[in-house]
């Protein structure tokens, strides 16, 4: 077995653009959750969004910018028409809506109706929009190696996409720190623990859980576009499964807290990483296929999530005090 290819591919796992992408994702989540209360398992539905935004109005010849902006706009109209109906349900009937509408975002996506704009089941090629990021690095084209970790500089998977994708992520983090400490935070942990209690000061309950729920998803979709720079835009491999590794990111490192999701994130990634690798070497054929191993390592993650909603609901970081996925 070779552990040194192993160990520098599981320590790249942490600061791979997937892994900052799902940060950033659980980080909107954390929004949603941890700051509100919300119960939203349709964060992939506002990533997809995100994606398709930024990938076509790339590929209709709009400036890297414009795409951006496209892409926050798609989230932020999602967002509206997803809280205009729901925001007023309960927790439970909250999350079945919200995983139902991602679920629409992902089958209109793959729809053959539109197989022109976003690819139908196929999806968006990466080499059809991944130019005008690229263009936009300052760095010579070439490799560059730090340490056994040697990456393109400007491709996909390149260092260029690894560096905008954690500074996006640094600078959300540095949000989330900031609204934690303002009155509009503590007036979303007011509705949190006891929205009745918030209303009677006067306070709009609706207009905040609309304004959690549109941040938050703006939030994802930049982190949907994070997670398709180094791939294509693929309609299914955003769906449902994501949806739930974000919420075992979020409470594996601990809602309601600034940096769980990204400790969360990074433990998920390496970890998930470590098991297949050390599995694929040393398991033989005869007994679990390569396939098999990959869904294995998926049976981990989900036994993960039950384990940790039943024993260490508040996460790494949480405070059982503060916050806990059972209290709602």
Same mark, same amino acid.
């Given at each position: 077995m ?21 940060? /950033? ?5 954390? +929004? ?52 205009? #109906?729901?925001? *007023? ?24 109706? /539109?197989?022109?704009? &976003? ?24 490799t560059?190696? /730090?340490? #056994? ?11 260029? +996409?690894?560096?905008?994708?954690w500074?996006? +992520? ?12 303002? #009155?509009? !935070?503590? +007036?979303? *942990? ?11 000061? !006067? *306070?709009? @309950? ?7 729920? @549109?941040?938050?998803?703006?939030? !994802? ?5 994070i997670?398709?720079?180094p791939?294509?835009v ?6 449902? #499964?994501?949806?739930? %590794?974000?919420? &075992?990111?979020?409470?594996?490192g601990?809602?309601?807290?600034? %940096?769980?999701?990204?400790? !969360?994130s ?11 690798s ?8 005869s ?8 869904? %294995? ?5 989900g ?20 916050l806990?996925?059972?209290?709602r």
């Amino acid at each position: 077995m070779d552990w040194s290819r192993i160990l520098v591919n599981v320590a790249g796992e942490i600061f791979a653009p997937t892994t900052a992408a799902y940060a /950033l994702a659980a980080i909107g989540l954390n +929004v949603h959750f941890g700051l509100t209360g919300l119960l939203n398992f349709g964060q992939a539905g506002f990533m997809l969004l995100g994606a398709y935004g930024f990938a076509i109005s790339t590929i209709a010849g709009w400036p890297l910018w414009a795409a951006v902006l496209v892409a926050i706009a798609c989230a932020a109209v999602f967002g509206l028409l997803l809280g205009i #109906p729901t925001l *007023k349900l309960r927790g439970d009937y909250l999350a079945i809506v919200t995983i139902a509408a991602a679920e629409i975002v992902r089958l209109v996506g793959r729809s053959t109706a /539109l197989t022109e704009l &976003t690819g139908a089941s196929s999806g968006l090629r990466g080499n059809s929009y991944k130019d005008s990021f690229q263009d936009a690095s300052p760095f010579p084209d070439g490799t560059f190696a /730090l340490g #056994p970790f040697e990456y393109a500089m400007n491709a996909s998977n390149s260092w260029w +996409v690894r560096i905008v994708g954690w500074a996006v +992520v640094a600078l959300a983090c540095l949000l989330v720190w900031l609204l934690i400490r303002s #009155p509009w !935070g503590r +007036v979303l *942990k007011g509705i949190r623990e006891d929205e009745d209690a918030v209303r009677s000061l !006067g *306070k709009n @309950v609706y207009s905040y859980k609309m304004q959690a729920l @549109v941040l938050g998803g703006v939030i !994802g979709a930049v982190a949907g576009i994070i997670y398709v720079l180094p791939r294509a835009v693929q309609p299914d491999s955003m769906g449902r #499964p994501m949806t739930f %590794f974000i919420w &075992t990111i979020l409470l594996l490192g601990g809602a309601a807290t600034v %940096f769980g999701p990204v400790l !969360g994130s990074i433990i998920f990634w390496v970890s998930l990483m470590l098991i297949k690798s050390v599995m694929r070497a040393g398991v033989p054929e005869s007994i679990m296929r390569t396939e098999q191993i990959e869904q %294995f390592g998926w049976i981990i993650v989900g036994v993960t999530l039950m384990l940790l909603v039943i024993f260490r609901p508040q996460g790494i970081l949480g405070d059982k005090k503060e916050l806990a996925i059972d209290v709602r």
